[in-house]
């Protein structure tokens, strides 16, 4: 056997055998493998070119049609964003502005949609939406005028990359290259998005000259959007590789519906021999010609025992029954298309069975930490933290908010402790058990776990001290107030008596000076009421 084969790489040098035969089996290129396994060397980019708008209205139109593809999509948005992704700004060194900072956000964000439906959290659901159901999306900072009647001059609006066209590419002149809609300049750096001014797929623009390109400069543009590849500049849709297998899903679902229909209409066809030729005999009732031959078609009512004439003949359709493995069948696509979701199966389908509360604590605790993922390292990086950024620094700009310090010491005032919202567990009793002797054990602070529970801990215990100086402000003693009361709900001793004996919970005695300890020092009553 020779040392090389006849065959050539990509740089004109022979490749060994060794190498060709002794290697991968995933890439040999023998009958098992390759006589049918299509391959291409595709950039992150090229794949994307001319496939990410066919893969946008496939997945568009799955998620409207498709109750799968809908519900999935709901899943991810309510576990990712739930009623929004809150921020605590981390001033430590000045409480009183901290408060005034929180205080003027919560304001804010009520204005920050342009077109003044949302809320910034509801924004947050509708962005986590489209970078799912279209692959990415993109947002506008708008800056207003002083005197526009916002607590702060600067709003957001969600656009739709269908306003960026992929197709488009050029090289300018002054250096700088244009790929995807996206101009970078030498250095990689992104300057600029080259949007329509409207929808490309509206049938009716509010301008005139609309579908013509403008030039937005890379600060004013957010752009959202899951990377799988180094150098990725445009996303996929999260259903991409799912596609065909829910439309395949989809038809099989109809087609087993139609058959039961069919079947339980129980319907038939009418033969007549060849030297019949009168039309169809009153008794099968009212005849309707459909239009789409000269076959006539007839309603048969139920119940009936009907005498046939002379050269007529009832054959009745039968379906084949699949019914048997259909369960199991659909049962394993759904596992799979699940798990190229990265839902669990019983998100995706509904179906809780054979569920218990380990199992669907498993399946949630791997779908849920997949979105924390998403939301620290694409939700809070590409929307949140920059939004936090532009509002404040126009709200120092404009008077909105004093900060003397802010142009020196920007990054001490963009500390932001962002908090989504809490998952709710299977079984939050033992949660909050295993919380609590965490925090026993010194494994977790209370920060963690209020932080984990969705909340501040700063707010929490402000909270707590409101509720108890109102509580003694009106002589109110309340169970769970652990000043007052202990755990079993006995009154705690707050010492102002001194003659008042210590209460002992663990063995019932309330009066401990009276127990006498023996020469080992073991009471001697406690043992003797107990049969020592």
């Known amino acids: 056997m020779p040392k090389y084969l006849k065959i050539l790489d990509k740089h004109g040098g022979r490749i060994p055998i060794a190498t060709y035969y002794g290697g991968y089996e995933g890439a040999t290129t023998g009958r098992r493998m390759t006589s ?21 209205s496939r997945s568009r139109e799955m998620a409207r049609n498709n109750a799968l593809a809908s519900g999935a999509i709901d899943s991810f948005v309510s576990s990712m964003v739930g009623s929004g992704i809150v921020p605590r700004w981390q001033i430590k060194d000045n409480i009183d502005l901290k408060e005034e900072v929180q205080e003027l956000w919560n304001d804010s964000i ?14 947050q659901s509708l962005a986590a939406r489209s970078m799912i159901e279209s692959g990415e999306c993109f947002v506008q900072k708008v800056y207003r005028r002083s005197n526009s009647g916002l607590l702060v001059p600067i709003q957001f609006k969600i656009l739709e990359p269908d306003l960026l066209d992929e197709t488009y590419n050029v090289d300018l002149s002054n250096g700088n290259i244009i790929r995807m809609g996206i101009e970078f300049n030498r250095l990689g750096e992104r300057i600029a998005y080259h949007m329509y001014q409207d929808h490309p797929g509206e049938y009716h623009s509010f301008r005139t000259n609309s579908y013509t390109r403008k030039r937005i400069p ?33 038809q099989c679902d109809d087609a087993e519906l139609v058959r039961r229909k069919t079947t339980a209409m129980f319907g038939g066809f009418f033969t007549r021999s060849m030297d019949t030729d009168a039309g ?18 007839v309603g048969l009512e139920p119940g009936t025992f009907t005498e046939l004439p002379p050269g007529f003949d009832v054959q009745f359709s039968q379906p084949h029954d699949v019914s048997g493995n259909y369960l199991d069948w659909i049962r394993q696509q759904l596992r799979t298309v699940a798990r190229g979701l990265g839902v669990s199966y019983e998100q995706l389908s509904g179906d809780l069975e054979n569920v218990n509360y380990s199992s669907i604590r498993a399946g949630l605790t791997e779908f849920r930490r997949m979105c924390t993922s998403m939301v620290n390292n694409t939700i809070i990086r590409q929307l949140c933290r920059p939004v936090a950024q532009a509002w404040l620094e126009s709200a120092v700009l404009t008077g909105a908010i004093s900060i003397p310090d802010f142009t020196d010491n920007r990054r001490k005032y963009y500390r932001i402790k962002w908090q989504p919202e809490a998952f709710d567990w299977v079984d939050p009793a033992k949660e909050q058990e295993a ?89 001697s009553a406690y043992w003797d009421s107990r049969g020592r």
């Open 280 to 297: 169809m005999p009153e008794i099968f009732g009212d005849v309707s010609d459909q239009g789409s031959g000269s076959a006539d078609l």
């Open 36 to 56: 049918s396994w299509g391959t291409a060397v595709y950039g992150p980019n090229a794949a994307l070119s001319n496939n990410l708008a066919l893969l946008r």
């Open 110 to 123: 009520q204005d920050f949609d342009v077109e003044g439906q949302l809320d910034f959290y509801g924004q």
């Open 218 to 250: 890379a600060r004013y543009i957010l752009h959202l959007g899951r990377p799988l590849r180094p150098g990725q500049i445009r996303y996929r849709p999260w259903l991409s590789s799912v596609l065909l297998k829910l439309r395949d899903i989809d």
């Open 435 to 523: 919380y609590k002797d965490a925090v026993r054990c010194g494994f977790m602070s209370r920060d963690q776990v209020i932080a984990t529970l969705g909340s501040d801990a700063e707010v929490v215990d402000a909270q707590n001290a409101a509720d108890n100086e109102r509580a003694d402000r009106y002589g109110l003693i309340y169970d769970s107030d652990p000043r007052r009361t202990a755990k079993n709900g006995a009154k705690q001793n707050d010492g102002t008596d001194a003659d008042e004996t210590e209460e002992v919970q663990d063995d019932g005695f309330s009066d401990q000076s009276t127990m006498d300890d023996d020469e080992d020092g073991v009471d």
